[in-house]
């Protein structure tokens, strides 16, 4: 089972921050906050992830609370080729192995 | 560079036939995870392969199976195909180390009939 919760679905306007949020309120210390999205019928594609700092990248930020137990995913300039799925995982560090659990994810609507 | 590339994108098959489903990883990828994903029950994973050995799997009955190759590459198998198989079968790649990323192909559609 997923150790994640997301809200279903999140609308949002183009060219406004898209703030997904996550609840992982059982993560263990060893164990990284993974974002990857879905855009229809292709596949999962990698967004950002993180261990307790805050994380940036060239597609998103994440936020993670200092006691671990949530996140939030922002997408700074929401456009609408942003529209897709999007999955909070959570995965053990030192595992090199891939095994990841997708919960149901947030379908993210961006409205121009 | 490359990515991940199944073959493959599409394929039909009747109840009871067999399938083979390829994955070739991203150079340098010695680790290969496989999922399928249907509407009602999401993305689920099924196995993970590195360096040709089986290395986790998940809760799919023995007619899934797969196999990693010394070159990485991967194939799985279905045997015996119910209607309940058809699905988007995902395949993905990575480095291994504590933490890094998983790439993900574009997927092999199934469609049993």
């Known amino acids: 089972d997923a150790k994640t919760t997301q809200p279903p679905s999140m609308d949002c306007a183009e060219g406004r921050a898209a703030n997904l949020p996550c609840n992982h309120s059982t993560i263990s210390g060893n164990e990284y906050v993974y974002w990857y999205r879905q855009i229809h019928s292709q596949g999962p594609q990698y967004i950002i992830h993180?261990?307790?700092?805050?994380e940036t990248n060239e597609m998103a930020s994440l936020i993670i609370t200092e006691d671990r137990k949530s996140s939030t995913l922002i997408l700074p300039h929401a456009t609408l080729r942003d529209t897709a799925v999007y999955y909070c995982?959570?995965?053990?560090w030192g595992q090199g192995a891939q095994k990841l659990v997708f919960g149901q994810g947030t379908r993210l609507t961006i409205n121009p | 560079k490359a990515g991940v590339t199944q073959t493959p994108r599409y394929l039909i098959k009747t109840r009871g036939q067999q399938v083979t489903l390829s994955c070739s990883p991203i150079s340098g990828h010695r680790s290969v995870s496989w999922y399928q994903q249907t509407p009602g029950q999401g993305l689920q994973f099924l196995f993970e392969?590195?360096?040709?050995?089986?290395?986790n799997k998940g809760n799919f009955p023995g007619r899934f199976s797969g196999r990693q190759f010394s070159n990485s590459r991967s194939e799985m198998n279905v045997s015996t195909l119910e209607l309940g198989d058809s699905a988007l079968y995902l395949c993905a790649s990575s480095f291994e180390g504590p933490n890094t990323e998983a790439f993900f192909g574009q997927g092999t559609r199934l469609t049993v009939v």
């Open positions: 993180g261990l307790k700092n805050n």
């Open positions: 995982i959570v995965k053990p």
């Open positions: 392969y590195f360096s040709e050995t089986q290395r």
